[in-house]
């Protein structure tokens, strides 16, 4: 008895030994784990610290840390071995003993395939034949599950309660580490964001050069939010790539290359004109090599797209006054960083501002343009008054002298038409700059009457037979009766504008006036055969102030037009040009005729 009882002492003592000696270990080994994870600064080290104990703790074959990205997916932080890569996302709700794990905060401890299998039927097929064990263990920080990690093992084993309790411990230890520096990485990047949008902000408001401006922005995100990153514009019904930014200078040249090539795809369901027509930015945690082949043009362009190693991409709209104006694409990608939707809010946030800064410019320069244009307009209008003015007075004081000599000259009527014209010349430019202030304050007023506009326009030409005469132009008038319902004086103005225009830049050559009517409107056309127009001018020369000719030249505000325009459009009609330079001009007046009970 004694001997049995001897050896059963010996091997319970030499039992207690090897526990103790187990124990000691597993102490020794969570105060390096410990060690280990009082140094990490960054989750993925934690996790990577984590996971390096974790396989050597357990004798694991591979292993996974993940963490709860948001409320329905895990990102993997870091993997030894397993086929989740590092950055990929889990749907919480698929049937992974990881997710789980994560879902109910438990640890699970499966210890052979039999385990697998009748505990997680509907992914045994998807685990490699080589693993034989399992185990699950929740990551929960205060009662909150933060992830989980998995470890596999390529032999079945069993997990006695002490080991079970140890790997508690090494969950709860890994747990406080990785929670602590996903909230520092938090912070560091929320500080970083702030920075690089304090940095964004000076620069778009340092210049209203919004080009410029936008390339240096670009190059602010490389490399510490993006590997690539690139701006496109729209430009008519396609995009121009106004920068493109990376830091080796050799690969922007590449990209310039490869994009000219291979432009982007105007027609796809996703990507850069998706987003600019929707005005909604897409964001690609992790780019698959599926979807990599899905966007390829053709083998070449697949192979060139390989070559950049593309992980992760966020595309966002460039919105001004709710309209898009272009995108911008960010792209990680042999860093192996990958992008999550604070990083998506973060370049929200950037194109809106930029997109503020853009608008502001363009505005600006709009404004700046108005203002030369005013500016070009006050002084060329100077002028153009100093002219009739300069010649009525020449006349009256002539006149004076002769009449203080106590003569009176033979040609007094003449003299005093030549008065009298530019005074009336005078007149006309006042109004027509009266006109102006009157139209935009919207204080046009028409008073619709019954007109016969053969006759109007008959006596308009007859106003001109004068001038007509001397600029060397025949009138040919070539009317039907058209009688309908307008603002009789406001109509006569247009008219003698059109004139008074075909025999200023048709001097020396016929003019033809054709009045006709066509369904119910009336159509009056006026042909000159003089210095025409170019097309690229025939729509500036309805605006304000815009001539299509210099100034010394050809007298007049280049504001007829305009004018003209305006009241003719007021009258629910239409004013148009056909012409080419130096082959004439052919202005075309549709005039809608009104019922005589209506308000024409
Ligand atoms: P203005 O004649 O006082 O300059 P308008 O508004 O009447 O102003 O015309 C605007 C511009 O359109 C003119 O400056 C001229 O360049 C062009 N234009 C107008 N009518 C004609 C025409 N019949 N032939 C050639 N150019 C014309």
Redesign the pocket.
């Known amino acids: 008895m004694l001997p049995s009882q001897n050896s059963g002492l010996t091997i319970s003592a030499s039992d207690a030994e090897r526990r103790a000696e187990r124990a000691e270990s597993r102490l020794a080994r969570l105060q390096a784990t410990t060690a280990a994870l009082a140094e990490v600064m960054t989750p993925a080290e934690a996790a990577t610290a984590v996971l390096e104990q974790g396989l050597g703790l357990f004798d694991a074959q591979t292993g996974g840390v993940y963490v709860l990205e948001n409320d329905h997916e895990l990102r993997a932080l870091a993997a030894l071995r397993t086929h989740f890569s590092q950055g990929s996302t889990i749907p919480l709700s698929s049937g992974f003993p990881v997710t789980r794990s994560a879902r109910t905060g438990e640890h699970l401890f499966l210890e052979d395939r039999e385990a697998l299998l009748a505990q997680f039927p509907d992914i045994i097929s998807l685990l490699p034949e080589t693993v034989k064990a399992l185990v699950a263990l929740a990551l929960t920080v205060k009662g909150r599950v933060i992830g989980s990690i998995g470890l596999t093992f390529s032999s079945p084993r069993t997990f006695p309660p002490e080991e079970r309790r140890f790997a508690d411990a090494i969950a709860a230890q890994c747990a406080l580490a990785i929670d602590r520096a996903v909230l520092m990485e938090r912070e560091r990047a929320a500080a970083d964001r702030a920075g690089f949008l304090g940095k964004a902000s000076e620069l778009l408001a340092s210049s209203l050069d919004s080009e410029r401006v936008l390339e240096e922005l670009i190059r602010l995100a490389v490399p510490r939010f993006a590997d690539w990153c690139a701006v496109e514009m729209i430009e008519g019904d396609a995009t121009k790539q106004l920068a493109v930014a990376h830091v080796d200078p050799n690969k922007v040249k590449w990209a310039a290359a490869l994009r000219e090539k291979y432009p982007p795809d105007r027609l796809a369901p996703r990507g850069l004109y998706e987003v600019i027509r929707s005005g909604k930015p897409e964001i690609y945690p992790v780019i698959s090599a599926e979807m990599l082949e899905a966007s390829a043009i053709d083998a070449e362009h697949l192979q060139l797209i390989r070559e950049l190693h593309i992980r992760s991409i966020i595309v966002v709209p460039l919105i001004a006054s709710g309209k898009p104006i272009g995108g911008m694409t960010l792209v990680w990608a042999e860093s192996g960083n990958v992008y999550d939707n604070s990083d998506l809010e973060l370049f929200m946030e950037l194109s809106h501002r930029a997109a503020l800064a853009i608008e502001n410019a363009r505005l600006y320069r709009d404004l700046r343009q108005a203002v030369q244009v005013r500016d070009d307009f006050l002084a060329a209008a100077g002028h153009e008054l100093k002219t009739p003015l300069a010649a009525l007075l020449m006349q009256i004081n002539s006149l004076q002298r002769l009449i203080r000599r106590g003569t009176l000259p033979s040609n007094l009527g003449d003299r005093l038409d030549k008065a009298s014209n530019a005074g009336t010349r005078l007149e006309r430019l006042i109004d027509e700059l009266l006109d102006v202030s009157r139209i935009t304050s919207g204080r046009l007023r028409l008073e619709p009457q019954p007109v016969h506009l053969d006759e109007l326009v008959r006596e308009v030409v007859e106003r001109f037979v004068d001038q007509a005469a001397s600029a060397g132009c025949a009138i040919a008038l070539r009317t039907v009766p058209v009688r309908g319902i307008w603002d009789r004086p406001r109509i006569d103005q247009v008219v003698s504008?059109l004139v008074a225009?075909?025999l200023?830049?048709?001097r020396g050559a016929p003019v033809e006036i054709d009045l006709t009517s066509r369904g119910p409107h009336a159509v009056l056309q006026i042909t000159?055969h003089?210095?025409?127009?170019a097309v690229e001018?025939q729509v500036k020369?309805f605006e304000r102030f815009?001539?299509?000719?210099a100034n010394r030249e050809?007298?007049?505000?280049?504001?007829?037009?305009?004018i003209a325009r305006q009241i003719v459009e007021a009258s629910g009609g239409t004013i148009a040009v056909t012409?080419a330079p130096g082959r004439?001009?052919r202005?075309t007046v549709e005039l809608p005729l009104g019922s005589e009970d209506g308000d024409g």
Do not use: H, Q
């Open positions: 504008n225009n075909a200023k830049y048709g000159d003089g210095i025409g127009i001018e020369i815009e001539r299509a000719v050809f007298g007049g505000f280049g504001l007829g037009l305009w012409s004439g001009a202005f």
